[in-house]
């Protein structure tokens, strides 16, 4: 039979709370008090170790060598670690159950359930002057030093010590309390430290002091929401007061003036303090209760409550949630109340059910959620059953319900009694779940190696199973004997169904388990080449590495193995490995094409390569200024040319190069001008305008220029310098490129009168337009008339604006129509 739900109901002013057991131990330990013992949130482990500030009477089972245990809250022993690494001067949890171990010489390590610890420094005063105290949180730490400075981390994932402002303590506080950064206005963390009779709130700037007189303090607590502070007085009062100390909110006198051993608050509504086999719990408004325990306890924070720890068992002190009390509170006539009772009356067969139904008809909606919300805070499956019963009964006489209300709390009902078994050991209350979030319990489970429980229950919510699934197969391998091909096929079985799932942190803990083979077939598996490629380096297996970097088709992954294994082999190993790879041959021309010629020209010597191996050497002599070494250069290239029948053109090429290049060092000598890099044309051009007609006349002969190309080059060459006397020279040979080239370089030089001296040696057809072009219109016109082009002669005149001459004109074609 179950019991009444009210029978552990114990009522503070007007508030009732409720103590009730959730587990009887297991564990052998026997007095809590002689243990530094820190417990995680939301229903978290409990790791103890025997405190050495306390005498403790060795008994015939308990190990020389200090020990850290860790336990479920049912008191199941889940890890022990043999401690011999420094005094330990605080132990604390992460949000994500990785216990936190301070020691005196400023080490923290980080270790979590199952798994490789990490650890980090304090810093160099923690070193120095080493660590008294220290307060954790969920996600950092703050350490008070010898020379009570504090040193703080906020954030476990990347621990970054960094001081906070300086306390001005020349004396041990009475006692500090910190506020994490979450819970404070300026988003940093804050120090409470409690100093002869105030208290000094002290950040990353700044130290305030409250400038109090009710201290000293010799016990303090900040609420789990940030918002409230609790003191104990050295003359016995409990005072309750905002953070910020503007608002004083309770005070109550204990009759008691030995500090409690622990001062916790429970939620935020009552503060327990808890005295050698005494627990005084105190209220808002001065009310108390008392509890008493033979045995030494330990009381664990919890959002909504606290957990009780004892030798025995394990207890949930909480207040009633309001949908519990509005139900089973005696004399209820809430609509919930009356519909659990027409529940009863409808079970038992009589007309009252129908009675209390009709009426809370207008309330019977809020009655409904109400059961569905108050089965959610229920531990005993009884109430559990019977109150979602009530709230399915209440919805049969509704036309319009919403039911996803009641599924999900159906559903997250069955997910807390899962985790709530005791071999499981999570004690979580429906509050503590909905601020865990389902993620983050799954994740929680999975770190405790619970992973068919973790995986249903992340099936069930419709919640990812990607990371249960790779966690199991790093477990599995850790703990499997099997050979390799077994273990591989058993692993990707299980992962079978679920395409797309990274196979690289299976493979990366199978390699660092000493698998390597193991680790090769399961990277087979993997989709993602990014990971499976940078694993595979890792592991050393780069032949495999650049097979599968090729395979991917990703060119940046193959550089990436390319270069890797440029660092790491010997040149003539790393050109081996990619030898009997097209793609990264290719790839590796590319990139050394632009960036490396020395590497490319080592590349093609090793394959025998001897005209790309040329032609590299051939491109880096014209990319030199100095003409010596571009000679030799250019010879080099020239040799391995001539040793090949099919290369006759480039061999023939550079051996005109290297004689150009001999000419211009000669020129450049001779000159004192730079010729090096000019080109046959621009040669002769150059000797052209400096006045080395004979030099010009020579390469012509030597290279064989043809004449047109000679004279062209020479025509503008004389015309730039107004070399007119060398140019009527040249003109009195027989132009191969006639003599209109001389006009109209002269015409483009705005010489007109050098060019009319060219125009008579033109083709007579063309005479007239180029006299028009000079502005001899007249001149035009009388050759016009002379080849009797009346066309042309009109298009004279029609051009001509001097009077006179259109005059003249006019007679020519007058004479010309006349003929």
């Not at 790791?47 to 060795?58: E, F, G, T």
């Not at 290719?586 to 632009?594: D, F, R, S």
Request: glycine share 4%.
């Amino acid at each position: 039979m179950a019991p009444n739900p009210t029978s552990d109901w114990i009522l503070l002013h007007d508030r009732f709370y409720r103590k009730q057991e959730i587990y009887s131990l297991s564990w052998k330990q026997t007095d809590l008090s002689k243990f530094m013992i820190a417990s995680a949130q939301f229903g978290g482990p409990i790791a103890m170790i025997r405190d050495d500030k306390k005498v403790l009477l060795l008994q015939k089972q308990q190990p020389i060598k200090p020990t850290i245990y860790i336990y479920s809250s049912a008191g199941i022993l889940i890890e022990q670690i043999l401690w011999d690494k420094g005094r330990i001067v605080s132990l604390g949890w992460t949000d994500q159950e990785q216990l936190v171990v301070v020691t005196e010489d400023g080490s923290v390590k980080l270790y979590p359930l199952y798994g490789t610890n990490t650890q980090f420094t304090l810093g160099k005063d923690a070193k120095e002057f080493g660590i008294i105290d220290c307060q954790i949180w969920g996600t950092g730490l703050v350490a008070m030093t010898g020379n009570y400075q504090l040193i703080s981390v906020t954030n476990f994932d990347e621990p970054r010590p960094k001081p906070m402002a300086d306390t001005g303590l020349i004396e041990p506080p009475h006692s500090w309390a910190v506020i994490p950064p979450q819970y404070t206005l300026s988003r940093h963390v804050e120090v409470l430290i409690a100093t002869g009779a105030t208290v000094l709130v002290v950040d990353s700037k700044e130290s305030q002091d409250q400038l109090l007189q009710q201290g000293p303090f010799t016990k303090m607590e900040v609420s789990p929401n940030g918002k409230f502070l609790a003191l104990f007085t050295v003359d016995g009062k409990l005072w309750v007061v905002s953070t910020d100390f503007q608002k004083n909110l309770s005070e109550y006198l204990t009759k008691s003036k030995i500090p409690p051993q622990q001062l916790v608050w429970c939620g935020t509504d009552s503060v327990v303090l808890y005295w050698d086999k005494i627990v005084l719990m105190v209220g808002p408004f001065g009310d108390w209760i008392k509890f008493t325990y033979d045995d030494p306890i330990y009381l664990a924070a919890e959002v909504d409550g606290i957990r009780i720890i004892s030798n025995e068992k394990c207890e949930l002190l909480q207040k009633v949630p309001a949908a519990t009390e509005e139900i089973f509170k005696i004399g209820s006539t809430s609509p919930a109340a009356m519909l659990y009772d027409a529940l009863d009356h409808y079970e038992r067969k009589s007309p009252k059910a129908d009675e209390n139904i009709r009426s809370i008809k207008a309330d019977l909606i809020d009655a409904v959620d109400c059961c569905v919300e108050a089965a959610g805070f229920e531990f005993h499956h009884h109430y559990q059953r019977s109150l979602l019963k009530a709230a399915s009964f209440g919805k049969c006489f509704l036309d319009h319900y919403n039911a996803d209300r009641f599924v999900d709390m159906a559903q997250t009902i069955r997910v807390l009694n899962a985790v709530r078994f005791y071999d499981i050991g999570i004690p979580l209350t429906y509050a503590q779940y909905k601020r865990l979030t389902p993620e983050a319990l799954v994740d929680r489970l999975v770190q405790r190696n619970h992973h068919l429980l973790a995986y249903r229950i992340a099936e069930y919510l419709h919640v990812r199973t990607d990371k249960v699934l790779i966690h199991w197969a790093c477990a599995k391998i850790k703990s499997s004997s099997d050979d390799d091909d077994t273990l591989c096929r058993t692993i990707v079985d299980k992962l079978a169904k679920k395409p797309g799932l990274s196979y690289a942190e299976i493979a990366t803990t199978a390699y660092n388990s000493g698998q390597t083979r193991l680790a090769t077939k399961l990277l087979d598996y993997e989709s993602r080449a990014a990971d499976q490629v940078q694993l595979l380096m890792s592991m050393e297996e780069d032949e495999t590495a650049l097979i599968k970097a090729i395979e991917s088709g990703d060119t940046d992954m193959v550089y990436l193995v390319i270069f890797h294994l440029k660092r790491k082999l010997p040149l003539g190993e790393f050109f081996r490995a990619i030898n009997n790879k097209p793609l990264a041959c290719n790839l590796l021309e590319v990139y050394c094409k632009e960036q490396d010629k020395e590497l490319l020209k080592d590349f093609y010597y090793q394959d025998d390569r001897r005209i790309e191996s040329a032609n590299v050497i051939l491109s880096e002599g014209f990319d030199m200024d100095v003409a010596t070494e571009r000679i030799s250069k250019l010879k080099v290239a020239g040799k391995t040319y001539h040793e090949d029948r099919e290369h006759v053109f480039e061999a023939k090429s550079v051996d005109e190069a290297v004689k150009l290049l001999q000419f211009q060092v000669q020129l450049e000598k001779d000159t004192n001008q730079p010729f090096t890099g000019l080109s046959v044309s621009e040669t002769i051009y150059k000797c052209t305008v400096l006045g080395q007609h004979a030099k010009a006349t020579k390469i012509r002969g030597d290279f064989k220029v043809p004449d047109k190309r000679f004279w062209w080059v020479k025509l503008r060459a004389l015309v730039e310098v107004r070399d007119w006397e060398n140019l009527e020279k040249l003109a009195k040979s027989k132009s191969p490129i006639g003599y209109e080239p001389f006009v109209e370089e002269c015409i483009k030089a705005k010489q007109y009168q050098e060019a009319s001296k060219y125009i008579l040696k033109c083709d007579p057809p063309v005479r007239p337009m180029l006299f028009i072009k000079i502005g001899a219109f007249k001149e035009a016109g009388e050759q016009a008339f002379l080849n009797k082009d009346m066309e042309g002669l009109r298009q004279v005149r029609a051009k001509c604006t001097n009077h006179i001459v259109a005059q003249e004109l006019d007679s020519l074609l007058a004479q010309l129509n006349a003929k």
